[in-house]
């Protein structure tokens, strides 16, 4: 049992066991994966994560990369080439969409009337596919973040029209590609809103994601460790003025998007496929079927 499309995890300086934490997750899950890194790092990827699992990044992605700023090559430029690197290579495989994940999860978990539940096999991704395949204008989407599904709290099983963070199932054939130093996550979902595609991150499905700077290596020695949070809000605001302020929150500065306006983008049917009445655990229909099928 594994995913239809491929997992990608661009990842840097974290090849070490203790650091590796995404690959070693998946690596429990039983589901295939590979990385993508830097020249430079091949062969320190390659003694733990094992050569046939690594992809080194084409540093034209690098060179060539839209960091919405005029620092150039002064900082890092993020994960965003390496993620422009696994699109591209994902489609040259003939897939039409690709998961990308940051190299900070370190497990994923099945949200049932409450209570969380880690998964041991590929099961959340399949069906996170399934039903984004059932819609003709879902762009992007993926889990959300397991600390913001208190127990006390009900949540609904998906929230439509919102940033897709970490854990991105994106689909191949839409008119766009990762930018900004900062904030790519944010911004790539807000461009795909704005032009009328729907996303949609999973509450069923969640990931546990390390917070920003307390693992080691990739953006936290690139970015957070000297600078903090600051460029990286002043970046959102400068994108996407229309919805985006400063503010502070999670005892740190931050950014605050207002979704409000993407409520009007609905969900479309593909031909053939119809939602059968009933409910779920959650209340709510989520079943389809095929209705060309006999």
């Not at 994902?90 to 049932?112: K, P, T």
């Not at 973040?145 to 963070?165: G, S």
């Not at 605050?256 to 409910?279: A, C, H, M, S, T």
Request: charged residues 30%.
């Amino acid at each position: 049992m594994k995913p239809r499309f491929p997992l990608y995890i661009p990842t840097k300086s974290r090849w070490q066991n203790a650091r590796r934490l995404t690959s070693k997750c998946l690596d429990y899950m039983n589901v295939p994966y590979r990385v993508v890194v830097e020249k430079s790092q091949y062969a320190d990827y390659c003694s733990t994560v094992g050569k046939d699992k690594v992809l080194v990044l084409d540093p034209a992605y690098q060179r060539d990369y839209d960091t919405f700023d005029d620092l150039g090559d002064t900082k890092s430029k993020g994960p965003g080439p390496a993620r422009n690197f696994i699109w591209d290579h994902a489609v040259s495989e003939g897939y039409e969409w690709h998961w990308v994940m940051d190299d900070n999860i370190r497990h994923f978990f099945r949200l049932n009337r409450n209570r969380k539940f880690r998964c041991a096999d590929a099961m959340p991704f399949i069906c996170m596919e399934d039903f984004v395949l059932r819609y003709s204008n879902v762009a992007m989407a993926g889990p959300g973040y397991k600390m913001f599904t208190p127990k006390r709290n009900k949540h609904p099983p998906l929230i439509l029209n919102t940033r897709i963070y970490s854990c991105n199932l994106i689909r191949n054939d839409t008119p766009y590609r990762w930018r900004g130093r900062y904030n790519e996550d944010t911004d790539l979902s807000l461009r795909m809103l704005k032009d009328g595609w729907c996303t949609v991150q999973f509450n069923a499905f969640q990931q546990e994601k390390m917070a920003t700077q307390k693992v080691k290596g990739g953006n936290s020695e690139a970015f957070y460790d000297k600078e903090g949070t600051i460029a990286k809000s002043q970046m959102q605001v400068r994108m996407h003025p229309d919805v985006s302020r400063m503010t502070y929150r999670f005892s740190r500065v931050h950014h605050y998007v207002d979704y409000g306006p993407f409520r009007k983008n609905k969900l479309v049917l593909r031909k053939g496929v119809e939602v059968e009445q009933g409910v779920n655990e959650y209340g709510m229909a989520l079943q389809a079927k095929d209705a060309s099928a006999p």
